[in-house]
């Protein structure tokens, strides 16, 4: 049986073959629908970035029961900023201050690691991190999510479903880049014992832009059908479950996915954010 979506498999020390792989999964006709590129980080330093957490919990915010995100991710920033621009501003020169004080925490340099290795595969594309409103203050470049033993989960949602919540705030990145089609990435630092996969349905943005309601992961179709992502006759799935020090990145904004319930007895720890390429053409965003 064919694969419902093309995602590359690599070791690290092979990702020379894919110099330009970004640039084909933001392009839904390339066949390239995401790359798993193993062994970015090693044993030690996942354990290092594991021990560094706990410097910076003061950071940590809880999103529902089973989510913590460090620090505050986009999500919040935008809920936070009530359509302000003063407030905009005010969050966004946090965010500088608190990822120079993240960059002083970690013992493993995070945005320069992210830097690094999103630069072997964007081709012409230079790595970059979005200023907030007037140039003042900076996105952060990605936020580590914590999902719960037996309450951490994503509900279904792509990317681009995104970007009509929070009009305000989407309006000033979409001055300097192209949100349409983003795309994802996170490196795994801890999987979870049992489920917490990430979860590809066989529907895009093509096909359904809307949900029955917010929380349920039901989709209209744009036919007008009714499709339960839940229902394996009705969707097919691909799941994804990358181990320690792996970097996945995948074409999140135009495929709707989950993440299952974490069923294990530890925390899901991971670490990204969301790709996307400047108007001019020859950047690539990377915020959180
Ligand atoms: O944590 C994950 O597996 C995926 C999170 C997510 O929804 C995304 O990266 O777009
Ligand atoms: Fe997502």
């Known amino acids: 049986m064919e694969a419902l979506y093309n995602i590359i498999d690599v070791d690290f020390k092979d990702i020379s073959q894919y110099p330009d792989v970004m640039q084909k999964i933001w392009n839904p006709e390339s066949g390239i629908d995401g790359i798993i590129i193993r062994n970015v980080l090693s044993q030690a330093e996942i354990d290092s970035i594991k021990r560094d957490l706990h ?13 913590i995100t460090c620090p505050r991710a986009f999500a919040e920033i935008a809920s936070e900023s009530e359509n302000d621009e003063k407030k905009l501003k005010v969050l966004f020169q946090e965010m500088e201050d608190i990822w120079s004080r993240f960059q002083k925490e970690f013992e493993v340099p995070l945005n320069d690691k992210f830097k690094s290795l999103l630069s072997t595969i964007t081709g012409s594309w230079t790595p970059e991190v979005p200023k907030g409103p007037d ?102 799935t691909l799941r994804l479950k990358p181990n320690a020090g792996d970097l996945l990145c995948f074409a999140g904004g135009r495929i709707w996915h989950k993440v299952s319930l974490n069923q294990g007895s530890e925390d899901r720890i991971t670490v990204g954010g969301f790709l996307t390429p ?9 915020w959180s």
């Not at 979409?174 to 949100?179: D, E, H, R, S, V």
């Open 55 to 67: 410097k910076v919990k003061d950071l940590e915010i809880r999103k529902d029961t089973g989510l």
């Open 135 to 236: 140039g003042v203050g900076i996105c952060a470049p990605s936020t580590f999510k914590r999902m719960l033993p037996g309450a951490g989960s994503l509900i279904a949602h792509c990317g681009n479903w995104f970007h009509n919540m929070w009009p305000y705030i989407f309006e000033h990145m979409g001055k300097a880049c192209i949100l349409k089609g983003q795309m994802s990435f996170f490196i795994t630092i801890q999987p979870a014992e049992v489920g917490g996969e990430l979860v590809l349905y066989d529907v895009q943005w093509k096909d359904a832009v809307e949900k029955v309601d917010p929380v349920q992961n039901v989709l209209v179709m744009n036919s007008g059908q009714i499709r339960d992502l839940e229902d394996p006759i009705q969707t097919k």
């Open 278 to 286: 400047s108007i001019e053409g020859n950047k690539i965003y990377y």
